[in-house]
């Protein structure tokens, strides 16, 4: 998968990327990263990206044709299908629902915004999808842009191994992820449950499951309102 980047910040993207699974996934070709910096598209001396808004008021508005420059430029060399996502905190929000869909694109164009954002008419014109990653304002798209490399990187098949796979995180199956434990057995009193430490594989299954329905139960009931539960299940969190 093909992730361009459009940002003023293009350091902060490849620093970041570079770190950890998303990095292994770009040192193993899993996926590719390229980033497009809108001055590199301007032309004057100060190599100028935004101006004063219309209308007034305070804050600087991000020029169209830096950006759409960059843009199409990242377009002719993206596969075709790949998507133009503005991040913005007017979009939908983003979830491991859609981490899963964009992970079966070809490529997706992270357009990540900064000062008070960007003209409207880019957004008229040159985005696909405008998306969100919370009900909060950050000073810029770049975090957010990474937040969505990484959660879509971790999905694409070979980039986790077995140990590490996806599969058991927490939202994969509509549920929150079990409590982990790892040695030593004791930590101030603390003991890891003996169910664990019994090698019955049944029986650890079934904790696992009556931990994750629990939790999901406790502090998210709202993700138990959107998922069927078999007679099991249902009969695990009764328990
Ligand atoms: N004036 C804008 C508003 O209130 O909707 C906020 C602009 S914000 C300071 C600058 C840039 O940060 C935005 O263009 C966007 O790219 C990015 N951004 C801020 N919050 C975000 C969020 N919650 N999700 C995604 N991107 C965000």
Not at 3 to 10: I, K, N
Not at 62 to 84: C, H, Y
Not at 146 to 167: K, M, Y
Request: proline share 6%.
């Amino acid at each position: 998968m093909r992730f361009d980047v459009v940002t003023l910040f293009p350091e902060m993207i490849e620093q970041t990327a570079r770190c950890g699974v998303t990095g292994r996934a770009i040192e193993t070709g899993s996926v590719r990263l390229a980033v497009w910096n809108p001055r590199d598209f301007t032309s004057d001396r100060h190599r100028t990206v935004d101006d004063r808004p219309y209308g007034g008021g305070p804050g600087m508005v991000m020029k169209v044709q830096p950006l759409r420059d960059a843009i199409r430029s990242a377009r002719a060399e993206a596969p075709p299908g790949a998507k133009v996502v503005y991040l913005s905190p007017q979009g939908r929000r983003f979830d491991q629902a859609a981490a899963l869909a964009f992970a079966e694109c070809p490529g997706l164009i992270l357009v990540a915004g900064r000062y008070e954002g960007v003209d409207e008419r880019l957004v008229e014109t040159e985005i696909d999808e405008e998306w969100s990653i919370g009900d909060y304002v950050l000073s810029g798209g770049e975090l957010a842009a990474l937040v969505v490399i990484d959660a879509v990187t971790r999905l694409l098949p070979g980039v986790l191994g077995d140990a590490e796979s996806a599969q058991q995180d927490s939202y994969m199956d509509g549920l929150l992820d079990c409590p982990h434990y790892t040695r030593p057995e004791d930590i101030e009193g603390r003991h890891v449950p003996e169910v664990l430490q019994s090698g019955n594989h049944a029986a650890i299954n079934r904790w696992r499951l009556k931990q994750a329905l629990g939790r999901t139960w406790q502090r998210r009931p709202d993700l138990l309102d959107k998922r069927e539960l078999d007679g099991e299940q249902l009969r695990l969190l009764e328990e």
